[in-house]
């Protein structure tokens, strides 16, 4: 079977969510908690604007959603560990036959992490399979979906540390993972970074996925995170990222400054404009009330000029490890 990944941009039938409901995505006390839900409701509500959306959600957990949420939000009831759908749902494929397939990764807590559970969210990329009628195309692969991205015409962003890193492929060289990456989104040119920005080294971060570091605007613009104050370890890691693009051919770069502030209470932010996702008709921005939003507003103008830029505060997801890209998951038309 051929299967094809469409790009981002092309159109979308939904966007997929999942509802925090434990552990530290959720928080502990009632303002964390309160933090948590009202961020990714800002996201779903922000979505659901512009096209379907459909959360899934814990039991105990629907009727306190349905009051943080657009009336437009579908809910639908699912057993979760976490709240990360790029990651735990499925990649949705087009069939060169016709219709759509879901890659279904194995998930294993972003290389086995001390701290993370998965007997659930392994199980929701086959359950959001089931729910839209879409055959299941099983890979062997351990990766999420933060850690790939496609320009829909061959080629796919990769970071050495998520594919090839601890705790997800042992055993597996190079060749094998791109040769299953390709038959699973139809590729066929693979652009591996080293590694990804510093704080997703931390103890609840990714390792290294590229949709914070790197993406596709059309088949040939990349943006790619443009780290500019030289006291942050990032600004090595662009530098990096930005030589390793220009040894590709036909590609056009375009920086995306990160924005000015440089720590938190916990130390270097991977604050990224890089992590916004596009919907039918816009782009929902990370913002972090920062000089610099209004800056990448203005690049995503120009780079999406038939989209509306919509920002949406992300600090409260960043405190929790990912962004705006790392709670969605499209589904193509068919």
């Given at each position: 079977?051929?299967?094809?990944?469409?790009?981002?941009?092309?159109?979308?039938?939904?966007?997929?969510?999942?509802?925090?409901?434990?552990?530290?995505?959720?928080?502990?006390?009632?303002?964390?908690?309160?933090?948590?839900?009202?961020?990714?409701?800002?996201?779903?509500?922000?979505?659901?604007?512009?096209?379907?959306?459909?959360?899934?959600?814990?039991?105990?957990?629907?009727?306190?959603?349905?009051?943080?949420?657009?009336?437009?939000?579908?809910?639908?009831?699912?057993?979760?560990?976490?709240?990360?759908?790029?990651?735990?749902?499925?990649?949705?494929?087009?069939?060169?036959?016709?219709?759509?397939?879901?890659?279904?990764?194995?998930?294993?807590?972003?290389?086995?992490?001390?701290?993370?559970?998965?007997?659930?969210?392994?199980?929701?990329?086959?359950?959001?399979?089931?729910?839209?009628?879409?055959?299941?195309?099983?890979?062997?692969?351990?990766?999420?979906?933060?850690?790939?991205?496609?320009?829909?015409?061959?080629?796919?962003?990769?970071?050495?540390t998520v594919q090839l890193g601890e705790g997800r492929n042992a055993g597996r060289s190079r060749d094998d993972v791109e040769a299953e990456i390709h038959q699973k989104l139809g590729t066929n040119r693979a652009i591996w970074f080293e590694r990804g920005l510093t704080r997703d080294y931390d103890?609840?971060?990714?390792?290294?996925?590229?949709?914070?570091?790197?993406?596709?605007?059309?088949?040939?613009?990349?943006?790619?995170?443009?780290?500019?104050?030289?006291?942050?370890?990032?600004?090595?890691?662009?530098?990096?990222?930005?030589?390793?693009?220009?040894?590709?051919?036909?590609?056009?770069?375009?920086?995306?400054?990160?924005?000015?502030?440089?720590?938190?209470?916990?130390?270097?932010?991977?604050?990224?404009?890089?992590?916004?996702?596009?919907?039918?008709?816009?782009?929902?921005?990370?913002?972090?009330?920062?000089?610099?939003?209004?800056?990448?507003?203005?690049?995503?103008?120009?780079?999406?000029?038939?989209?509306?830029?919509?920002?949406?505060?992300?600090?409260?997801?960043?405190?929790?490890?990912?962004?705006?890209?790392?709670?969605?998951?499209?589904?193509?038309?068919?």
């Amino acid at each position: 079977m051929a299967y094809k990944m469409p790009a981002e941009w092309e159109k979308h039938e939904r966007t997929w969510m999942a509802w925090p409901s434990s552990g530290y995505t959720l928080g502990d006390t009632d303002e964390e908690i309160h933090e948590a839900r009202s961020a990714w409701a800002a996201v779903a509500n922000a979505v659901v604007a512009f096209e379907p959306l459909t959360m899934m959600c814990e039991f105990d957990h629907l009727a306190i959603a349905r009051e943080y949420l657009d009336p437009r939000v579908e809910l639908v009831e699912a057993s979760l560990n976490d709240a990360w759908m790029r990651d735990i749902g499925p990649t949705f494929v087009r069939k060169t036959e016709g219709g759509l397939a879901a890659v279904n990764w194995v998930f294993n807590g972003w290389g086995a992490q001390p701290w993370a559970t998965w007997d659930k969210d392994s199980k929701i990329a086959t359950r959001i399979a089931e729910l839209t009628n879409t055959e299941v195309a099983d890979s062997w692969l351990v990766n999420e979906g933060g850690g790939i991205h496609v320009n829909g015409a061959g080629t796919v962003l990769l970071t050495d540390t998520v594919q090839l890193g601890e705790g997800r492929n042992a055993g597996r060289s190079r060749d094998d993972v791109e040769a299953e990456i390709h038959q699973k989104l139809g590729t066929n040119r693979a652009i591996w970074f080293e590694r990804g920005l510093t704080r997703d080294y931390d103890e609840f971060g990714t390792r290294g996925h590229v949709d914070i570091v790197a993406c596709f605007a059309n088949e040939t613009t990349v943006l790619y995170h443009s780290q500019e104050n030289p006291e942050h370890p990032d600004h090595v890691v662009s530098a990096q990222v930005r030589a390793r693009l220009e040894r590709e051919t036909g590609l056009t770069l375009v920086a995306l400054p990160a924005p000015q502030v440089l720590r938190d209470a916990d130390g270097w932010v991977d604050y990224s404009y890089i992590n916004h996702y596009i919907v039918n008709g816009a782009v929902i921005l990370c913002a972090f009330d920062d000089p610099n939003d209004a800056v990448a507003k203005g690049i995503l103008e120009q780079v999406y000029p038939d989209r509306e830029i919509v920002l949406v505060d992300a600090r409260p997801i960043f405190a929790r490890g990912g962004g705006i890209h790392c709670i969605t998951q499209q589904q193509p038309a068919r």
